[in-house]
């Protein structure tokens, strides 16, 4: 999740454990050491697709973090013995408080769609449960607020119950959150099976900065995908797009390391779209039809009229998440469906060569 929430939530976490010991100082250090694995963006690679799929790597790993929680415990533990024995630290007290806020910023992003690699250096599909948006208020004000109020009045008793209520909340609202996903889910399969439309794969992610609209993402056996939207609110079938994934396309980049690396990292959510000479790689599970968030340009036509890879490109964005007029519909729709998303008129935003084909349906 962003950067904020993360230091929010280690500030939270040392401050419940070691708040006692360390006072105010422990919310400073929980924030600072919540957001080191996210260090590694400063690692720069050639290109934008190693860029975002070896995020989330190394520095996320259950395994590293271990490691490290150990080696920081036995460092202060060490330092408490020799320059402040007035402290009472304890290594088993530290590990588990530098456990706790190291662990959990890999935990809490792989509860979002991006995907981490929790268990790197093991090569399995990146973790991506997909149940809280990158951005969540919900999750994050509470504990800003706690945090905000043990830094004003102190490890105080009073303070230290705040942090442990309010990480007890956020960790409800994750369970929340994986519940509507799971629901939106089950809905859309409820929807096509009234239907008698065939689907392979089905995923919910939310979207817009809560937990109660969900972008429903389902694969066709034909090689077609539906965009769908759903609120547990709604009293109707939700409102459906389908829209080619252009698979025939995606034979160019056959062998090619990085594409192969990106079907990997998205567990193969990927659509192409031939734009004039180049051809376009889109990740489907982030943004909205015709906004999606990462797109990258992986090949050129030749003179010969022949795909030749190259190294890949970002793709520019159209419109998305943060278009104010966008924002209001998305709200609007957590409550009623009536009129539902413009689809359709979103994805027609997007390179419109490559969208032929594509229409907007209704569940019945």
Known sequence: MDSITQA???????????????????????????????????????????????????????????????????????????????????????????????????LLDAFTVYGTQLLWPLQMTPLSWAAVFIIDPVYTVPLLLAVAYAAVKGATGKALRGL????????????????????????????????????????????????????VLAKT??????????????????????????????????????????????????RYDEVGDALVVTDLRMGLPGSYTFRFAMAQRDPQGHWVAHTPSAWPRVGGLFDGQDMLLIWRRIFTQQPPLPLAAWAARQDRPALSGGRAERGR
Request: glycine share 8%.
């Open 8 to 106: 929010v939530l280690g500030a939270a976490l040392q401050g419940t454990v070691l708040g006692r010991i360390q006072g105010r100082r422990a919310l400073a250090y929980g924030a600072a050491l919540g957001t080191v694995p996210d260090l590694d963006v400063i690692v720069r690679y050639a290109d934008p697709v190693s860029q975002m799929t070896y995020h989330r790597g190394f520095s996320h790993s259950i395994f590293v973090l271990t490691g490290l929680a150990m080696l920081l415990a036995w460092l202060v533990n060490w330092l408490g013995r020799t320059r402040w024995p007035e402290k009472g630290y304890t290594f088993p007290r530290l590990f588990v408080a530098f456990w706790l806020v190291l662990v959990t910023h890999p």
């Open 164 to 215: 442990s209520l309010a990480l007890l909340f956020s960790t409800a609202y994750l369970g929340f959150g994986l519940a509507g996903r799971i629901m939106a889910e089950q809905r859309l399969q409820a929807a096509f099976a009234e239907q008698g439309i065939a689907v392979s794969d089905v995923r919910a992610v939310p979207i817009a900065f809560n937990s109660l609209v969900w972008r």
């Open 221 to 270: 056996p034909e090689g077609d995908y539906y965009e769908a939207i759903s609120s547990p609110l709604d009293r109707q079938p939700p409102e459906m797009l389908r829209l080619p994934r252009h698979l025939e396309a995606a034979r160019a980049l056959a062998g090619v390391p990085l594409h192969e690396r990106l079907r990997w990292f998205t567990d193969d959510w990927l």
